[in-house]
């Protein structure tokens, strides 16, 4: 079993909201710093939104800002991503990936909204997202 399972995603219409999940499997979320990527077809990942282990820093692309909101809930082991207002250009495969972090890259202070320059440690399987009418 992969060690983040995503789940949530829906085909639904423009204007809808769903909600992703995030869960660990086996082990505590406290100490990752958590990001959600998606993939549309034919084109690479693209960083949608990350929260830092602490909940200290979280960040967002600028064409879901005001839309995505990024939560977690240390307890539950598991990372949301509530998409509101959602768009035919929010449709893709979302994954989630953890960092485990370096003294270099302490996860209290990483919020990675891209791959480059980061060593993601766990990914999840993904989940769709489709927003058609």
């Known amino acids: 079993q992969r060690p983040l399972v995503e789940s949530g995603g829906a085909l639904v219409r423009p204007g809808g909201s769903l909600r992703l999940s995030c869960a660990t499997s086996?082990?505590?979320?406290?100490?990752?710093?958590i990001s959600w990527f998606r993939q549309a077809p034919g084109k690479g990942r693209v960083g949608v939104s990350c929260?830092?282990?602490?909940?200290?820093?979280?960040d967002y692309k600028d064409s879901v800002k005001g839309r995505f909101t990024i939560s977690r809930d240390n307890a539950k082991n598991t990372v949301y991503l509530q998409m509101n207002s959602l768009k035919p250009e929010d449709t893709g495969v979302y994954y989630c990936a953890a960092i485990r972090g370096t003294t270099q890259t302490p996860v209290q202070a990483v919020c990675a909204m891209t791959e480059a320059g980061y060593e993601f440690d766990y990914w999840g399987q993904g989940t769709q997202v489709t927003v058609s009418s």
């Open positions: 929260v830092s282990s602490t909940s200290r820093i979280t």
């Open positions: 086996g082990f505590t979320l406290d100490y990752l710093a």
